[in-house]
T-cell receptor, first 113, second 114 residues
């Protein structure tokens, strides 16, 4: 069975700081990778996804993520955060032949104005 | 932008009672899902549903749980006899085809079992 680990449970940073959230997964086969964001009181929204091709993927709101196959990692980055990036971020993995998502534990990000 | 709608947003029920959580998926989507998140824990897959039958379910989805698409628009999750440990946020999602590419999640129903 696959599993997904997010290294940080809570991150606090100031506006304009850079953000990097770690995500590692365990699964030997082909996977699709996702980052979701959940703003307070709202539903899970897709930030970006990786299926194949260029391992550096760009998503919405200035986020990007890099798939490093050898490290089973898919870290999320944003060069300069804003107060509005305060949210919980979830990494998720899907077996390429499957349907369900396996989520990491989430990282709560608080951006101080 | 089309949305997945879940009702109610919060439900409190007594242990042993039956609850039905309701979802209205996006109208042209074919796959439907339920996930849950116990407070402080991961979002966990419960079940996927396609063509009026369960296509995949997790170990969590035991005989106490059932899903139904009663009228072509609603997608419900029923818990027959709730337990304290069923307290969680339940998320409904839908996608147009197989695969999570087009997943759209609802805002969730917070179920509290007392």
């Amino acid at each position: 069975a696959q599993s997904v680990s997010q290294h940080n449970h809570h991150v606090i940073l100031s506006e304009a700081a850079s953000l990097e959230l770690g995500c590692n997964y365990s699964y030997g086969g082909t996977v699709n990778l996702f980052w979701y964001v959940q703003y307070p009181g709202q539903h899970l929204q897709l930030l970006l996804k990786y299926f194949s091709g260029d391992p550096l993927v760009k998503g919405i709101k200035g986020f990007e993520a890099e798939f490093i196959k050898s490290k089973f990692s898919f870290n999320l980055r944003k060069p300069s955060v804003q107060w509005s990036d305060t949210a919980e971020y979830f990494c998720a993995v899907r077996e390429a032949a499957g349907n369900k998502l396996t989520f990491g534990g989430g990282t709560r990000v608080l951006v101080k104005p | 932008e089309p949305e997945v709608t879940q009702t109610p947003s919060h439900q409190v029920t007594q242990m042993g009672q039956e609850v039905i959580l309701r979802c209205v998926p996006i109208s042209n989507h074919l796959y439907f899902y339920w996930y849950r998140q116990i407070l402080g824990q991961k979002v966990e897959f419960l079940v996927s549903f396609y063509n009026n039958e369960i296509s995949e379910k997790s170990e969590i989805f035991d005989d106490q749980f059932s899903v139904e698409r009663p009228d072509g628009s609603n997608f419900t999750l029923k818990i027959r006899s709730t337990k304290l440990e069923d307290s969680a946020m339940y998320f409904c999602a839908s996608s147009p085809g197989q695969g999570a590419d087009g997943y759209t999640f609802g805002s969730g129903t917070r179920l509290t079992v007392v």
